[in-house]
């Protein structure tokens, strides 16, 4: 008859996954040892099963915010796009070949800094006579104050483009150390924060990480040393695109 | 960049069926494909125009499953984040009969690697490279996990009265 049919061969068989000639010879071998077509038939009512189980998740509707984010390209120069995007690629690259997988403890600390950076704006931003330490007309005080007690350049983005401008800001303690609040303010008085902390152990970049609490969002991401984390009590996609901005500035 | 939204919306469906089944819950699956769903988007600039955004998006998804068991079976004092598969993710019509209770049974008892591969093959429909590229395994591998789950699924089941859990007699 046949060569011998293996093991896999019989799963291969119950997934549609054999070429033809090979399917009918496996089929003949059936034929002809009902132990293992008996398997093979149990092999199958397990599969249809489920996937009539699971099958009507996909007709769900899909939750609310379970998207993508919208993304709208801001207007750059041409030649600092593609700077960009260079580096996009050369990060990503880094990034990729680990296939997404970060450190646990990178993603801790990570969330870590979302909690601290919330509760930070939540506390700081409905503030209307002390919202900061140091107002915006010290700006380049501020910097470098902030810069100093951290202990690395700090720079505060310019977010006018977007329709924020700078408040100011304030040092705050973090578990880890010093941390810093930049805090923004938009006409319709819709304040964000960037809360940037130091860790001098860590190093490398992580993409962005979206978390949500009490209304207040919350993207993080680490470049080097510092971990930034934005945020706002606007919706995510809108505050993806001030990220991005952010992002962009303090890596050029 | 509207086409690849379009292409990774395509799959949210998919990617919620997968991550229901791997971790049982169904808000934190949910939460699972939305941290998938940016980080690819974050990273959208990796993937290559006309490959496979369907064994990407799975293998971020199943990297991040991985990263957050990780992070939380090391962190002290909180409870294993073992999947309790109390009830199907679906609830299965009249015409479900015993059998597909006691598979749901018999397969929320499997390990979940082995759940994994099953889930890929046989519910997505994946050819075996591409489920073991998002396993990150070799296919050998993965065809053992296929063997022992479906020996397993299948003991379960003959075995007389049983369907692999308690509940199913009741």
Redesign the interface.
């Known amino acids: 008859m046949t060569a011998a049919v293996r093991k896999a061969e019989l799963h291969a068989f119950v997934d549609g996954q054999l070429d033809p000639a090979r399917r009918r010879e496996v089929e003949a071998y059936l034929a002809a040892d009902p132990e293992a077509a008996s398997r093979v038939g149990a092999y199958r009512r397990q599969k249809q099963a489920l996937r009539a189980l699971l099958a009507p998740v996909l007709d769900e509707p899909l939750p609310r915010g379970l998207a993508p984010p919208r993304q709208r390209r801001p207007l750059v120069h041409v030649a600092w796009a593609a700077a960009a995007a260079v580096m996009l690629i050369v990060g990503g690259l880094a990034g990729w070949s680990l296939r997404g997988m970060e450190p646990p403890d990178t993603a801790m600390a990570e969330r870590a800094v979302a909690d601290q950076a919330a509760i930070a704006h939540a506390v700081f931003t409905p503030q209307r006579r002390h919202p900061v330490e140091v107002g915006a007309k010290e700006e380049a005080h501020l910097v470098k104050w902030l810069s100093n007690v951290l202990g690395a350049p700090l720079r505060a983005p310019h977010l006018g483009d977007l329709g924020y401008a700078l408040v100011g800001g304030r040092l705050l303690s973090a578990p880890s150390g010093p941390a810093a609040q930049f805090m923004y303010e938009n006409p319709a008085k819709q304040r964000l924060t960037l809360y940037v902390v130091r860790d001098a152990d860590r190093k490398g970049e992580t993409a962005f990480r979206f978390t949500a609490q009490k209304g207040v969002s919350v993207f993080t991401w680490m470049d080097g040393p510092l971990g930034y984390a934005l945020a706002a009590e606007i919706p995510k996609p809108a505050l993806f695109e001030v990220a991005q901005a952010v992002h962009r500035q303090l890596e050029n | 960049?509207s086409d690849m939204?379009h292409l990774?919306?395509d799959q949210?469906?998919?990617l919620?069926?997968y991550a229901?089944?791997l971790v049982g819950d169904r808000a934190q699956a949910?939460d699972l494909?939305?941290?998938c769903?940016?980080?690819?988007?974050?990273?959208m600039?990796?993937w290559t125009v006309g490959t496979n955004i369907r064994a990407w998006l799975f293998?971020?998804l199943h990297?991040?499953h991985?990263?957050?068991a990780?992070?939380h079976r090391?962190?002290p004092g909180l409870v294993p984040l073992e999947t309790t598969f109390t009830e199907?993710?679906?609830r299965?019509t009249q015409e479900?009969q015993l059998?597909?209770q006691?598979?749901?049974q018999a397969?929320s008892a499997l390990p979940e690697p082995q759940r994994a591969a099953?889930?890929l093959?046989?519910?997505e429909?994946m050819?075996?490279e591409e489920a073991a590229g998002v396993l990150?395994i070799p296919v050998g591998t993965l065809?053992s996990r296929?063997?022992r789950g479906?020996e397993r699924?299948?003991r379960l089941?003959?075995a007389p009265g049983a369907g692999g859990g308690q509940g199913v007699e009741q």
């Open positions: 960049m939204r990774i919306v949210i469906p998919h919620r069926r229901r089944a949910d494909v939305q941290d769903l940016e980080r690819a988007w974050s990273r600039h990796l293998t971020i990297n991040l991985l990263n957050a990780r992070k090391n962190t199907p993710p679906v299965p479900d059998e597909v006691q598979v749901w397969f099953l889930l093959i046989t519910v429909e050819s075996y990150g065809m296929i063997h479906r699924l299948r089941m003959d």
